[in-house]
């Protein structure tokens, strides 16, 4: 009753073109919404309407009674008869132009991950964070938002979110018609050694030589390095509770520097340095992988990250033993790149749902379409297509974690993703709004 009183309304707006009319039509049926609540955050005369959206989400979907939490959604309204992408975040909500929404002109629903940011309740339940959760609360936006938006729906997501996308899909594999998961790991347990294996191949042998000989030179000159961080750090305020000492964070990152060379960075290798300047090989190290990313608020902020990495997700670790010798804080030779909350009971770290799911992809993951970027270290845990399953995956050429997007694909890849996606969702994309 509802979807036909919205569309014999989208029907009026459209003859009287009355904006208004739309808008109103809008909050009234968002007031309509069993435990939706909303705020406008478009300004009067804006060519768009958004609201900012709390959904008030079970922490258990099997077991409503035992609690609930309010989840953080934007709403761009386009029309009730457009398509509608779910934008799904792997961490806070992060409000950037959606490119997959501007080439559908769609409606998006920009989803905060479950006990991230302003979605997180005052005291977390760990005991209901899990992948299966997460999926839940985005099937629910999805059902609930069926009932105001008709056309067709798409769910796409950045890496962590592209991740949440994949494995929505894989749950509710009928939510939607085509998922575009970008930069997206699919991990194979507590310390993928696909990571290993892709730093010891990407680039040439002079450039790997050259990203030892920065990391040896940087431990070689610890004291002067620790010198000029402990100013950094003071005027950053950051603090190392967690990890104990700035000195065991300075080898962290450190060791962290091949994997943000290739992920992040947007350097080359003869951007590192050869000469004899700390200052000058301090500067590229911060340019590369910033010292706070092992500071107590950072960590605090990913909190939730880390325990699903070691509790059901995986992760990766570093290779210490080459320097082993110049280490003075990091007494492992595999350190973990993930830090979970130090106060909590882990259980044992299960990979059966991430090999549950890797299978299905393999056999049945239809209707996805990959983008990756060949330098992204992250591409290392990418998913490979295979002939059985009607998806497809695109590697963007010198593209790294942030680069990797269609806007950024070469023409020729540019139209054969159109063709892709018109020919899984029968709806064209507009390649021309990237430009």
Same mark, same amino acid.
């Given at each position: ?66 609690? $609930? ?12 008869? $457009?398509?509608?992408?779910? +934008? ?11 490119? &997959? ?7 998006? &629903? ?60 894989? /749950? #509710? ?58 100013? #950094? ?8 509770? /967690? ?8 080898? /962290? ?20 340095? &050869? ?10 190290? &911060? ?28 992760? #990766? ?34 990979? $059966? ?13 239809? +209707?996805?379409? #990959? ?28 593209? +790294? ?35």
């Amino acid at each position: 009753m509802r979807t036909l009183y919205i569309l014999l309304f989208s029907l009026l707006s459209l003859l009287s073109g009355s904006a208004q009319t739309d808008e109103s039509l809008l909050e009234q049926a968002l007031f309509n919404l069993p435990d939706v609540t909303f705020k406008k955050t478009s300004k009067p005369g804006e060519p768009i309407l958004q609201y900012a959206l709390t959904i008030r989400q079970p922490l258990d979907h099997q077991h409503p009674e035992k609690g $609930s939490f309010g989840q953080q959604v934007l709403l761009t309204h386009k029309g009730f008869e $457009s398509p509608t992408v779910m +934008n799904i975040n792997g961490y806070a909500l992060y409000k950037a132009r959606n490119e &997959l929404v501007r080439m559908l002109h769609a409606n998006e &629903l920009n989803i905060e991950y479950r006990f991230y940011g302003q979605s997180a309740p005052d005291s977390l339940p760990w005991e209901y964070l899990t992948y299966e959760q997460v999926a839940a609360d985005l099937h629910r936006i999805n059902r609930l938002f069926k009932e105001l938006y008709t056309g067709k729906w798409f769910s796409t997501g950045i890496s962590r979110g592209g991740q949440t996308a994949i494995i929505y899909k894989y /749950y #509710y594999p009928e939510d939607v018609e085509v998922s575009v998961p970008y930069v997206a790991p699919i991990i194979d347990g507590l310390e993928d050694k696909r990571i290993y294996d892709f730093l010891d191949t990407i680039g040439t042998d002079e450039c790997h030589n050259r990203i030892f000989d920065f990391q040896v030179y940087l431990l070689k000159h610890e004291k002067e390095v620790l010198d000029r961080l402990q100013w #950094y750090a003071r005027g950053r305020r950051l603090e190392f509770g /967690y990890l104990g000492s700035i000195g065991k964070a300075f080898e /962290y990152t450190v060791l962290e520097y091949p994997f943000s060379f290739w992920q992040v960075g947007y350097k080359s290798c003869s951007d590192i340095p &050869l000469g004899k300047s700390t200052d000058e090989y301090v500067s590229h190290l &911060l340019d590369i992988i910033d010292l706070e990313s092992f500071a107590d608020k950072e960590l605090q902020d990913n909190r939730v990250h880390f325990y699903q990495s070691v509790t059901e997700g995986g992760y #990766y670790g570093y290779d210490a033993r080459p320097f082993r010798k110049y280490l003075h804080y990091i007494d492992t030779d595999n350190p973990s790149g993930s830090f979970p909350p130090k106060s909590l009971t882990y259980r044992s770290f299960d990979s $059966s749902l991430m090999d549950r799911i890797s299978s299905w992809l393999a056999e049945h993951g239809d +209707n996805f379409i #990959y983008i990756y970027g060949d330098r992204d270290t992250w591409s290392a845990c990418r998913v490979n297509v295979t002939e059985k399953v009607n998806s497809r995956l695109y590697m963007v050429p010198g593209a +790294n974690h942030f680069a990797a997007r269609v806007r950024n694909m070469p023409a020729d890849m540019q139209r054969d993703f159109a063709d892709t996606f018109l020919k899984m969702s029968g709806i064209p994309v507009e390649l021309e709004v990237l430009k």
